[in-house]
Nanobody
Framework: QVQLVESGGGLVQAGGSLRLSCAASGRTISTYLMGWFRQTPGKEREFVAFISASGGALSYADSVKGRFTISRDNAKNTVYLQMNSLKPEDTAVYYC?????????????????WGQGTQVTVSS
């Protein structure tokens, strides 16, 4: 069993930056695909980014490409999401997710473990 805890969310002005962290416990995530998703009220959970176990494969949603960077530190069992040039439309609850199976995916339902989420609010 893997427990994930996100942190780093908050209120920021448009154009600002935030760095989200996802700390894992219970098991090493060094062999897990790790992803970030976000959700706003009344909408489905949306893919933001994933990073492969080795860190060699990355993928981003078009809406965040060039602004967000996903990274991981397997020694610390932690995944990060650096968010720059934030826009009001980035406002959402951001979730960290882990997948133990071998192939990469942007589908939320394919991830087995989820954190509780952290709120990011971008004011205009």
């Amino acid at each position: 069993q893997v427990q994930l805890v996100e942190s780093g969310g908050g209120l920021v002005q448009a154009g600002g930056s935030l760095r989200l962290s996802c700390a894992a416990s219970g098991r090493t995530i060094s062999t897990y695909l790790m992803g970030w998703f976000r959700q706003t009220p009344g909408k489905e959970r949306e893919f933001v980014a994933f990073i492969s176990a080795s860190g060699g494969a990355l993928s981003y949603a078009d809406s965040v490409k060039g602004r967000f960077t996903i990274s991981r530190d397997n020694a610390k069992n932690t995944v990060y999401l650096q968010m720059n040039s934030l826009k009001p439309e980035d406002t959402a609850v951001y979730y960290c997710a882990a997948r133990s199976r071998p192939f990469s995916t942007v589908v939320a339902g394919s991830y087995e473990y989820w954190g509780q989420g952290t709120q990011v609010t971008v004011s205009s």
